[in-house]
């Protein structure tokens, strides 16, 4: 463990009383980091706090509480529990990482923390990296997991990453350090437990120290992205503004800077999820945007979706509503779009925010709804009906907009005005006959 001793030494540069939050699961990996950590705790006067989290899936969880509890009692170390109580629906795995690392960044903050540790050590790594490159990642996703992370007033390490499980097994029994097991990290369900039992074996035999062969892969990548990141923040200025990505600009970019600036918006938006991204929504995404159709979407993991609208790419989370609505125009309308329609004494203007109805021509009363399938409203200089879809492209509305888009009709639901667009052959201009003004604003 000597590499590891220097690591924390002269890499991280451990000084007088710092504080440290130990992710402990009682496992052979954090006790053999909890017993370096307790080394190095005589040499720096370091303040430990062991963290663990139950996480209330297996019974012989709350003895591997009472056994990491006890231990640190003995070795006068500060414990600290948590036990998840029930899950979701979402991704087993995801959410119990999620909770885990909320409840140490909890700890962190409690005690004032200049670092979080853990126990993954190299093959963590090969089989993270061997993962990603199956299922399809980012370059960041690709290299696995970082040694160090900047949280600004905090620190996240992971100094076991220069060793192997044989090599922590092994000093946990050189130095007689007591752990337990958890026995379903043996079983195939778990994809990484088939990615540990059946391809780490194959490449150990390749070369015992193949870890390391990652750790350098690991480091390459991140130097690769960290080079490409200072591109993308220059140039993702130019494109990417409040969730929309401007599509004319974007096309102006080499190929390489526009799929990583996709890359760079989903981790942003997935942050500590990115296992539920991959090359497949990359690709879609980058699709849609080069697409010909003017309004289209496509739905990504947690409810969010990529809408486009004609020059624009919108990112957003899905709302389940009911937007449908038929109001009837009396005096005054307040409408789910956040314009409103009122009744005027009054106008000097004819645009297509203004209505002049002879009330000859209708049957009242007016009312103000949604769109409906099939809806069609007669133009005058067309001398006939148009389609509401087609009314609404060559308006270039956005789809997301177009269902509440309202539309004036009379009591026989016939179409006199789409409010801000187009105007019906009954509406009037200022020198005809005509009894009623609206305005839209």
């Known amino acids: 463990m000597k590499k590891v001793i220097e690591f924390l030494e002269r890499d991280i540069r451990l000084k007088e ?10 496992g052979p990996d954090s006790m053999c980091l909890f017993s370096i950590l307790l080394q190095l705790r005589e040499k720096y006067h370091l303040n430990l706090v062991c963290a663990h989290v139950n996480h209330n899936v297996r019974r012989e969880s709350a003895d591997e509480k009472e056994f990491l509890m006890n231990f640190c009692q003995e ?3 500060l414990f600290e529990s948590m036990t998840i109580e029930r899950y979701g629906d979402d991704n087993f795995h995801n959410q119990a ?11 962190v903050r409690k005690y004032g923390a200049n670092y979080l540790m853990t126990a993954h050590h190299g093959d963590d790594l090969v089989e993270t990296v061997l993962m990603r490159l199956v299922r399809g990642s ?3 996703g690709y290299s696995g997991f970082n040694k160090v992370l900047d949280n600004g007033d905090y620190k996240t390490v992971r100094p076991l990453v220069f060793v192997s ?8 029994e050189e130095n007689n350090i007591p752990y337990v097991i958890d026995k379903s990290n043996f079983k195939g369900k778990y994809t990484r437990n088939r990615y540990r039992m059946n391809i780490l074996p194959f490449l150990k035999e390749e070369d015992k120290k193949v870890h390391e062969k990652f750790i350098k892969f ?8 960290s080079f490409i990141n200072n591109e993308i923040r220059r140039s993702i200025k130019k494109v990417y503004s409040e969730n929309k990505i401007d599509i004319l600009e974007y096309k102006k970019l080499d190929y390489l800077i526009q799929k990583k600036i996709i890359y760079y918006i989903l981790e942003d938006i997935y942050k500590d999820n990115l296992l539920i991204i991959n090359d497949k929504h990359v690709k879609l995404i980058v699709d849609l945007l080069n697409s010909k159709r003017a309004n289209a979407k496509i739905c ?6 990529a809408v486009k609208n004609y020059n624009e790419l919108e990112f957003s989370k899905e709302i389940k509503e009911t937007i449908s609505y038929e109001i009837e125009l009396i005096k005054f309308a307040t409408l789910p779009n956040g314009h409103k329609l009122e009744f005027v004494s009054d106008c000097d203007t004819n645009g297509n925010d203004i209505c002049r109805i002879d009330v000859e021509d209708v049957s009242l009363p007016l009312y103000v709804r949604t769109r409906k399938y099939g809806d069609k409203m007669f133009l005058k200089k067309l001398n006939g009906y148009k389609k509401l879809k087609d009314i609404f492209i060559d308006c270039k509305v956005p789809l997301k907009d177009r269902d509440k888009w309202p ?15 187009k105007k019906s052959k009954f509406t009037k201009l200022k020198n005809e006959k005509y009894d009623i003004i609206i305005k839209y604003s």
């Open 17 to 26: 009383n710092d504080t440290i939050i130990l992710g402990n699961s009682g």
């Open 300 to 305: 990504l993991p947690h409810n969010i979706e």
């Open 75 to 77: 070795k006068n170390v």
């Open 97 to 107: 990482r999620k909770i885990r690392y909320n409840f140490f960044n909890d700890l």
């Open 218 to 225: 690991s480091e390459t990548l991140e130097e690769y992205d």
């Open 138 to 140: 980012t370059l960041k």
């Open 407 to 421: 539309v004036v009709v009379d009591s026989k639901d016939k179409i006199i005005w789409v409010p801000g667009l």
């Open 165 to 172: 499980k044989d090599d922590i097994l092994r000093y946990d």
